[in-house]
């Protein structure tokens, strides 16, 4: 018999889906285009850096064909920021901004005067944040993306030879780890009271990780609020019943008086 499958994914299935993250890496030797289902790879020329899949760039680097560059936010100068500002705000570190739509093509019919639709843009998770451009380093060098911890994982165990400072780099996104984790935890403390709570920036391996924490405290709350509204009916029915036998009594006593 088959084991029930478990709710929402596993940290496996997460690294999995972190491996489709874009990055740069600096070919060692030539490598042509590869037709690949979401479009064909970039020519590989060294030592001209390219935009490659997760996956693809760990084989690469496996092989020896290529370094992987480390991304913006990957770095000890930017962790020390983020650090301090997950210490010291109770929200978390700002999640990357959205790509800026380009403008739309003009229409490619002549009997068609509406444009033609505009080329699809990453959508998060998978927005080009990794990626070593300078757009990618203006726009999120103290940005943490969805999959940072996963994608730290396999970039500090495949390539931490790339990574400069690895080990400091290791150590930070440790205490980042723990101070978002103890952050989430007294977040889902106010539960009771607001009944939300908010989880702006949250990334995906730490949605993992402590679901099944919120989720109890969430099916435990559930619980005491039906006991409490339960408590509140049979009392306002006691206090109904209590009010209906006094009425009663009063009557009786008039109607006593009365003889």
Same mark, same amino acid.
């Given at each position: 018999?088959?084991?029930? #499958?478990?709710?929402?994914?596993?940290?496996?299935?997460?690294?999995?889906?972190?491996?489709?993250?874009? @990055?740069?890496?600096?070919?060692?030797?030539?490598?042509?285009?590869?037709?690949?289902?979401?479009?064909? *790879?970039?020519? +590989?020329?060294?030592?001209?850096? /390219?935009?490659?899949?997760?996956?693809?760039?760990?084989?690469? %680097? %496996?092989?020896?064909?290529?370094?992987i560059a480390a991304p913006?936010?990957?770095?000890?100068?930017?962790?020390?920021?983020?650090?301090? #500002?997950?210490?010291?705000?109770?929200? =978390?570190?700002?999640?990357?901004?959205?790509? *800026?739509?380009?403008?739309?093509?003009?229409?490619?019919?002549?009997?068609?005067?509406?444009?033609?639709?505009?080329?699809?843009?990453?959508?998060?998770?998978?927005?080009? *944040?990794?990626?070593?451009?300078?757009?990618?380093?203006?726009?999120?060098?103290?940005? +943490?993306?969805?999959? =940072?911890?996963?994608?730290?994982?396999?970039?500090?165990?495949?390539?931490?030879?790339?990574?400069?400072?690895?080990?400091?780099?290791?150590?930070?996104?440790?205490?980042?780890?723990? /101070?978002?984790?103890?952050?989430?935890? %007294? !977040?889902?403390?106010?539960?009771? !009271?607001?009944?939300?709570?908010?989880?702006?920036?949250?990334?995906?391996?730490?949605?993992?990780?402590?679901?099944?924490? @919120?989720?109890?405290?969430? $099916?435990?709350?559930? @619980? @005491?609020? !039906?006991? %409490?509204e339960l408590a509140r009916?049979?009392?306002?029915?006691?206090?109904?019943?209590?009010?209906?036998?006094?009425?009663?009594?009063?009557?009786?006593? $008039?109607?006593?008086?009365? +003889?």
């Amino acid at each position: 018999m088959a084991a029930p #499958l478990s709710s929402g994914l596993n940290p496996a299935e997460t690294a999995f889906l972190c491996e489709m993250e874009l @990055v740069t890496v600096i070919p060692r030797q030539r490598l042509e285009s590869i037709p690949l289902l979401g479009g064909a *790879t970039p020519p +590989l020329r060294p030592p001209l850096p /390219a935009t490659l899949p997760l996956w693809l760039a760990l084989l690469l %680097k %496996k092989q020896g064909r290529a370094n992987i560059a480390a991304p913006p936010w990957l770095s000890v100068s930017s962790l020390t920021e983020i650090l301090a #500002l997950e210490t010291s705000s109770p929200s =978390f570190s700002p999640a990357p901004s959205l790509p *800026t739509p380009p403008p739309p093509p003009p229409s490619t019919s002549p009997l068609l005067n509406s444009p033609s639709p505009p080329p699809p843009l990453p959508s998060p998770p998978f927005l080009p *944040t990794s990626t070593s451009t300078p757009a990618s380093h203006a726009n999120s060098e103290f940005t +943490l993306p969805y999959h =940072f911890l996963s994608l730290s994982h396999l970039l500090l165990e495949a390539a931490s030879d790339d990574i400069p400072e690895s080990e400091s780099v290791r150590r930070l996104l440790r205490d980042i780890r723990e /101070a978002r984790a103890a952050k989430l935890r %007294k !977040g889902v403390e106010v539960l009771e !009271g607001a009944r939300e709570v908010r989880l702006d920036g949250v990334g995906g391996l730490e949605v993992v990780e402590q679901g099944p924490f @919120v989720r109890r405290v969430v $099916d435990g709350l559930r @619980v @005491v609020g !039906g006991s %409490k509204e339960l408590a509140r009916r049979e009392r306002e029915r006691d206090e109904a019943e209590g009010g209906g036998v006094g009425g009663g009594g009063g009557e009786g006593e $008039d109607d006593e008086d009365m +003889l």
